[in-house]
């Protein structure tokens, strides 16, 4: 499975975006799908996951109510809706996928990583 992030931006504080993921190789529809992001200096954290029938979501604290995880399996295609950004949402964000039911919080649990998309969020 390839993986490839897109969407990324500069954004002023209070501004959304919309980051896609879109999976190449198989179809990733019993895959789950996750979102995780990335700042200079510090460790990859959890963002976002979904289940592979896109009923079922999960969302790091500091995300939850401002970012919507999504995917359309007949695309091929997870997307990362972000609203009320604040400067520090500002990172390289992260699409990933595992063939599990599970939709993890932990780096170590996916097997499939895109290139990393950079969003900006300026004050």
């Known amino acids: 499975v390839q993986l490839q992030a897109s969407g990324g931006g500069l954004v002023q504080a209070g501004g959304s975006l919309r980051l896609s993921c879109a999976a190449s190789g198989r179809t990733v529809s019993r895959y789950a799908m996750g979102w995780f992001r990335q700042a200079p200096g510090k460790e990859r954290d959890f963002v976002a996951a979904i289940d592979h029938y896109g009923t079922s979501t999960r969302y790091g604290n500091s995300v939850k109510g401002r970012f919507t995880i999504s995917r359309d399996n007949a695309k091929n295609t997870g997307y990362l809706q972000m609203n009320s950004l604040k400067p520090e949402d500002t990172s390289v964000y992260y699409c990933?996928?595992?063939?599990?039911?599970?939709?993890?919080?932990?780096?170590?649990?996916?097997?499939?990583w895109g290139q990393g998309t950079q969003v900006t969020v300026s004050s």
């Open positions: 990933a996928a595992h063939y599990d039911l599970r939709i993890p919080p932990s780096v170590h649990d996916y097997d499939y």
